[in-house]
């Protein structure tokens, strides 16, 4: 047994399967999509590909009834009706890329939609008029040269839709609309000339609306993940929003008791992202710092107004329950949880790099390198803020007491790179007090 002929109905009818496959996967791409995002272009697309495929479905049944018994009865209404559907599908494609204004795509489609039912029915009854042979191929002719002509309308339209729409992907869809636009003008050459004329031409018309489905499902699945990513990125902005206001708010509530506060953490935190930078902090690493900084003392949400805002020095007992504040603020962030990550920041950010801090008495590395950053800018915007007890100190005598404290309260290292990082020049002597610390 031999391989089936370029014109026979074995060959024609299993290109007809591969098409009625791929459309059927992409009129299932379309109808998801538009379940998912109610987005009218894939609405149009659905409805385009889905008439297509009942094209398709049409003509592979056809093509099986004529291997069966036989060329098919009502050829003219078969003609019709494969044209109307064709129009159809056309149409739709073309408006999912009308986007100029909604109500010219809504005239578009029914403006076509009716010239498609009025034309129809009249092609048909001039195909079905008896007359000489002549009289009919003229007639087969001049219907099939007006549904030639307004298919090419239509798509020369989708493309140009397409170059004027915000569609991300417009590349492979002209490049797939280009390709329906190759096969009508084989479509013409085989209805005009007879597909005797070059044979191949008939198999290549009908492969080209598989090459058009592959290409358009390539060019969709491209699209739809590149929806998929701004619908993440909407989210991580909505989530980063709420980050926001939950922080805002906290923030908010701690300065409305605590008059000390107001300001303090956001200026903890702006010398905390100097650091983070100067250290080389990827995003994400410094995102959970200017978290863990700007929450740092919430704690103090837990502490009686009267400590918080005593103007003279704090008795053993009041100190005391202050030293509770880390505790109390890392519980509130881990019942949080999109904060719970920044717990232990807040938790040590008073631990001594000599082991003498509290809660734990950690000491050295053994304190968290968020913890130890927010250590250093927390008391230098303390030694330089106004306390009622005493004056601010001027910003050469706080980096002073920052390296008089390096080894013992901060890091040695995080405050050369502080201090680096802010550009001050020091004292021979504060350079080697640095280098005895580390």
Known sequence: MGLPSIESIELRLSIQIMAFLVALIVTQMAVVEWRRNRNAMYKYLALGFGIMFAQIIMMTVILANSRLVGSPAFQNTVNILDYSLRVASFIYLAAAFTTVKSSFRSRFISSNLVGLIIFAPIAWMFLSLNGTAARQLLVIS??????????????????????????????????????????????????????????????????????????????????????????????????????QDTIRALINSLEAKDLYTRGHSDRVTEYAMVIGQKLGFDHEELTKLYYGAILHDIGKIGISEEILNNPLSLCRDEFDCMKKHPEIGATIVTSIESLKNIAPSILYHHERYDGSGYPKGLKGKEIPLHSRIIAITDALDAMSSSRTYRDSLTEENAIHELITGAGTQFDPDLVKSFVDALGIKLKEADYKTLDRSA
């Not at 569609?167 to 209805?191: C, D, E, P, W, Y």
């Open 142 to 243: 001049w219907v099939e040269l007006v549904f030639q002509l307004w298919i090419t309308g239509l798509l020369l339209h989708t493309v140009l839709a397409i170059l004027n729409s915000d569609v991300r992907m417009k590349k492979g869809l002209v490049i797939a609309t280009s390709l329906l636009l190759v096969r009508q003008a084989i479509h013409f050459l085989n209805s005009y000339f007879g597909p005797e004329l070059i044979p191949v031409l008939s198999l290549l018309e009908q492969s080209l609306i598989i090459c058009y489905f592959y290409v358009i499902i390539t060019t969709l699945h491209k699209q739809i993940i590149a929806d998929l990513v701004i619908v993440d990125l909407e989210k991580d902005q909505v989530k980063e929003k709420a980050h």
